[in-house]
């Protein structure tokens, strides 16, 4: 049906030539018609494109049709296209937001340019994946910041951590920000949490290369008696991490059999969203690498 419109657009706007016409004429024809439907399918796009930008929440293949105006055949190529180009993105429902250009774009303000809303759809797939509580973190005056969160589907472990900043050396995105120098220790003694609260130095020291060498943290009991939590670094554009990922839920959950395929998952969606961002990996194991199997000991 496109097709024939096309058509039908280009018969109306193409001059005719009479057949006594040289062939330079024919050719200049062959060019006017070109131009107007180039140009044409460029302005339609970019309508459809302004509408995904202007949209706060992402917007479904529906409502595009509605807002634009144009036929859903239309609609549906302009923005497979525009995917493809990485000017739009489809969340796990299928609905359209701006793409990773636009988020490269914007990233390079900083860290504190938007990262909630880029890394909210990885937040997303990890929570749903897990059904654990998921959580974003960075540092913050030598403690590490909840930025953002996803609950969990189970009535134990729902803490809201938005907003809390808890000890770097105890809590797994903390752990993985000191490992990759996105955070320093602040000075002094390392606090007490819990029986299993890692309080030496050099006994932290140790457990940070083991964060390096993993690809993630695990931290077991040692902020919360009971709460186990895996995290994995978030790359910028740079080798550089800005924040850290994680997934974590009580010890009844989070069992020697399950933590593996948890971090894994964890892993994944860090790296995806690092992409994202910017990152590509130099293949030297910083990121993108499958964790190594440990023990939730």
């Given amino acids: 049906m496109e097709l024939r419109e096309n058509t039908a657009e280009q018969s109306r706007e193409a001059p005719r030539s009479s057949p006594g016409k040289h062939r330079g004429a024919v050719q ?3 060019a006017a018609v070109t131009s107007p439907t180039g140009t044409q399918a460029v302005d339609r796009a970019a309508q459809l494109l302004r509408e995904v930008v202007r949209c706060g929440d992402p917007v479904t293949f529906t409502e595009l049709t509605a807002a634009t105006g144009l036929a859903k055949s239309t609609t549906s190529r302009l923005l497979m296209a525009l995917e493809r180009g990485g000017l739009v993105r489809r969340d796990s429902r299928g609905r359209f937001r ?3 250009m636009f988020v490269r774009y ?14 909210r759809p990885f937040l997303d797939r990890l929570g749903a994946a897990t059904g654990e509580t998921v959580n974003l973190g960075v540092a913050s ?35 993985v920000l000191l490992a990759y120098g996105a955070a320093q220790l602040p000075p002094g003694r390392l606090g007490h949490r819990t029986a299993r609260t890692i309080t030496s ?4 020291q140790a457990s940070l290369a083991e964060v390096r060498r993993h690809g993630y943290a695990l931290t077991d009991q040692e902020l919360e008696p009971g709460l186990i939590a895996v995290a994995a670094p978030v790359y910028s554009g740079g080798s550089a991490v800005v924040a850290a ?8 959950r989070l069992t020697r059999t399950r933590i593996h395929d948890v971090a894994a998952m964890c892993v994944t ?10 990152h590509q990996p130099a293949g030297n194991g910083q990121s993108g690498h499958q964790p190594q199997r440990e023990g939730a000991a």
């Fill in 28 to 30: 200049g024809n062959e």
């Fill in 98 to 100: 701006p793409g990773e």
């Fill in 106 to 119: 914007a990233w390079r303000g900083g860290p504190e340019a938007g990262l909630v809303g880029i890394a």
């Fill in 141 to 175: 005056n030598g403690m590490v910041e909840q930025i953002a969160q996803v609950d969990s589907t189970y009535l134990i472990g729902g803490t809201n951590w938005v907003g809390l900043s808890v000890p770097l050396h105890c809590a797994a995105l903390g752990k």
């Fill in 201 to 204: 130095r050099a006994a932290l």
């Fill in 245 to 252: 990922l994680s997934v974590s839920g009580p010890a009844s």
């Fill in 269 to 278: 969606q860090a790296t995806a969203l690092s992409a994202v961002l910017g």
